[in-house]
C-alpha cells in the first residue's frame, strides 16, 4: 500500500508564504498525476495545482502567480506566496499510483488577515 504523507502547515499572516511538501511511502517517480487540492471550511474540495504526465504544470486561477507546484526525486512542493485569507483550508496531495488513487491525511493552512 503506497502512502502519502503532507507536512507544512502552518498559522501565517496575510501576505506570507508556506511550502508544503508531500512525501510518498514508495518511490516518489512511481506516483503519476501528482496534485494538490483543498477543502476550506464549510467548501467542497477544489484543485490548486497539479503536474500533468507530460510535465506540464496547472493552477486555478484563484492561484495562478501566486502559488507553484514542484517535484524532486523525493517528494512534491507547492510553494505558496502572497496568502490571503481565502487560502484558509486543509491541502491534500494526491497521486496516482498505477491506477490507484491515492490522498494523504492533509496539512491545515491557516491565514489570518
Known amino acids: 500500500q503506497v502512502r502519502l504523507v503532507e507536512s507544512g502547515g502552518d498559522l501565517v499572516q496575510s501576505g506570507g508564504s508556506l511550502r508544503l511538501s508531500c512525501a510518498a511511502s514508495r518511490n516518489i517517480n512511481s506516483i503519476s498525476d501528482i496534485a494538490w487540492y483543498r477543502q476550506g471550511p464549510g467548501k467542497e474540495r477544489e484543485l490548486v495545482a497539479g503536474i500533468g504526465l507530460r510535465g506540464n504544470r496547472h493552477y486555478a486561477d484563484s492561484v495562478k502567480g501566486r502559488f507553484t507546484v514542484s517535484r524532486d526525486n523525493t517528494k512534491f512542493y507547492l510553494q505558496m506566496n502572497m496568502l490571503k485569507p481565502e487560502d484558509t483550508a486543509v491541502y491534500y496531495c494526491?497521486?496516482?499510483?498505477?491506477?490507484?488513487?491515492?490522498w494523504g491525511q492533509g496539512t491545515q493552512v491557516t491565514v489570518s488577515s
Open positions: 494526491h497521486g496516482k499510483y498505477g491506477r490507484v488513487d491515492i
